[in-house]
């Protein structure tokens, strides 16, 4: 009988880094917890520069959304082309995305596209939850699409690994060329816009969304041409950069306006159709990461059978109302709000006259396809909790309250040197 590999060999055999605990801090790792307050381990696990006020790390990782989306979207056409091609030639039914946190809603917005777009059965599921399932996911039929900024998140590797071994066609994208995840997969799109130096994923989000927005359009013209208009697609997928340029200065005062307004709101419910659910998981766990108020993502349906019980008038409705077929169950939504008399925010497209008028508070975006719609969005879905943050006074969005010494300790232990 064969001896089995220790854990660490194992992992390391495998690609991917084995659990243990950090070592960056060495042996003077107490103090450092100790002294977190004064300088968070956050930005030590970073390599960035500390902040103890307004602008924070988080806000210029945000507002340089629009150059790596640019950046992006003139970098990565080859590798989307080719990926799109092996799909089409392995005769692939199924595109299955993963990831944790903010990549897994990148996945849930890329699959609704797959589906709609390209007539595939897309699918999404968290990485730790893929690995644990007994599901028959028809992985020899399956792309399986692995979105990690790092390329070193741990459960996202063991995922692609076991997809890889399951027959999948394996398909990184992530922000990181040379990672770990990049030797388990079969092809890479790589997307640009360097490393966060605050602890959230922020522009990586929009970058990962794009990309597969723009597989999505690939493999809707080569599986299904007639489908939808290809090319004013991808006309509005490559004009959100320039959009956002213009109107970045006008967003960021807008955000800090109502985060004035609502920073002490008990909680925020935040409500999103097909593609746009991602949109508010996305802006939901901004909340819970940057200002620490709980938040609660759904679609229409699930709002309407449950959440009117929770509304009152210290929570806040933020309803995301992109054109498309999901529009008049969110205008139900906004409707409730004004028979409720509850606070609410509507982030709608610059050409909305209906909904706009029933919310509190409006930010705008381009009039574009509603999925689509998700890549500009995440502009606004990011910057508002952050100025939520900044305007509470006391809160360091950038470190998801690493500053504090029992929750640093806790970070070390669950987030182990590499799992991220």
Known sequence: MAKKKPAAKKAKAEGVEPRKPWDWLGEGGELALEATGEHPVMYIALGSEPKTEHPFNLHRDIMSIPRALRDTLGNIPGQVARAADRIVKKKITRIIGTGLGTSQFVAMGAAAAFGDFADLDGDQVDSGEFITSRRNWNLPKSAFIVFSGSGRTIDANRAALKAKEGGAYVLAVTSVPHSPLTKISD???????????????????????????????????RRTPKRKNFKL?????????????????MLDARCRTIAKRYKNARGFITVGGGPNVATAEEFALKFDEMAHIPAKAMCPDRHIHGALGLTDERIVTAVIAAPGPSYPWLRQIAQATVGLKTPSLGIVSEKDTDIARMMDYVIRMP????????????????????????????????????????HARVWMELFPRGSH
């Open 367 to 406: 009039a574009v396809d509603e999925h689509i719609f998700t890549v500009p969005a995440t502009f606004a879905v990011q910057l508002f909790p952050y100025y939520c943050a900044v305007e509470l006074g006391d809160i360091n969005p950038d470190c998801q309250r690493s500053n504090i010494p029992k």
């Open 187 to 221: 092809d890479v799109i790589v997307c640009e816009g360097g490393f966060d130096t605050g602890g959230s994923d922020t522009f990586h989000y929009a970058t990962r969304l794009a990309a597969g927005m723009l597989l999505a359009i690939e493999l809707g013209e």
């Open 233 to 249: 697609l991808r006309k509005q997928l490559n004009g959100i950069p320039g959009w956002l340029d213009e109107n970045s200065a």
